[in-house]
């Protein structure tokens, strides 16, 4: 039985993707910062393991990883999904708002493959997926921290895949576009029709069809694909 690690993972994208790894037979567990009853409810549904904590902290997510380690037995594939967004202009971005960002979105994901990474090469074998954004690659306006903390994801990931490719480890970055989950409930009906206008696929994602690729990228089949960026954004950032 291969053991799983999802970040971020109560709500949104991390809930599918546990489900998805519960479904495939995986000894799972998962993190998340704060939303005590719905980690409950997941846990109760899946027979996965919740661990509290806030990846952003180093030493949060140093015990996290410990702590998961200890339940699962080892860890063979890591999901970094935890990310929180923010919409406003630069101008109106201060100080704080963007330390958050980039301290969850992209030093989060540095932690947790650090911590990770030294358990994979001494077992010769690893996945590790990352959860970047189409923002990361094309940019968003008004949403400067959130793209560059994404971008950030994106290098760590193709920097990571070539460090740990000798050792039987491979890194990928899954980018979702507008995804049908609680971190788009900012958009009014409207603004999600406009968007739906500019996706050609004509809708939004749903947090299983990322959950579908994040375990392909973790399985056998997906041996020979490192270090890439792949969008599930219904071709939106063409």
Request: charged letters at 25%.
């Amino acid at each position: 039985m291969k053991r799983v690690l999802i970040s971020g993972g109560s709500r949104g994208i991390g809930a599918a993707t546990v489900e998805k790894f519960a479904s495939l037979g995986y000894k799972v567990a998962f993190i998340y910062r704060s939303n005590d009853n719905k980690a409950a409810e997941l846990c109760e549904k899946t027979g996965a393991f919740s661990v509290k904590g806030d990846v952003s902290n180093p030493d949060e997510a140093r015990l996290a990883v410990e702590t998961s380690f200890e339940y699962l037995g080892g860890i063979d594939v890591l999901v970094s999904n935890a990310g929180v967004s923010h919409i406003a202009q630069i101008c109106d971005t201060d100080d704080g708002e963007w330390r958050r960002i980039m301290d969850t979105n992209l030093s989060a994901s540095f932690y947790l493959c650090r911590e990770v990474s030294r358990i994979m090469v001494k077992e010769h074998w690893g996945r590790i997926i990352t959860v970047g954004s189409v923002w990361g690659r094309c940019g968003a306006s008004c949403e400067v921290a959130y793209s560059a903390s994404k971008a950030g994801v994106r290098g760590l990931t193709m920097a990571l895949a070539k460090e740990l490719a000798p050792s039987g480890i491979t890194v990928n970055c899954v980018e979702p576009g507008i995804i049908d989950t609680d971190m788009n409930k900012c958009f009014d009906d409207e603004a999600l029709r406009e968007i739906c206008d500019e996706i050609p696929a004509g809708r939004l994602g749903r947090a299983e069809e990322v959950a579908e690729l994040i375990a392909f990228l973790a399985s056998d089949s997906a041996s020979y694909i490192n270090g890439q960026c792949i969008a599930v954004d219904g071709g939106w950032c063409i």
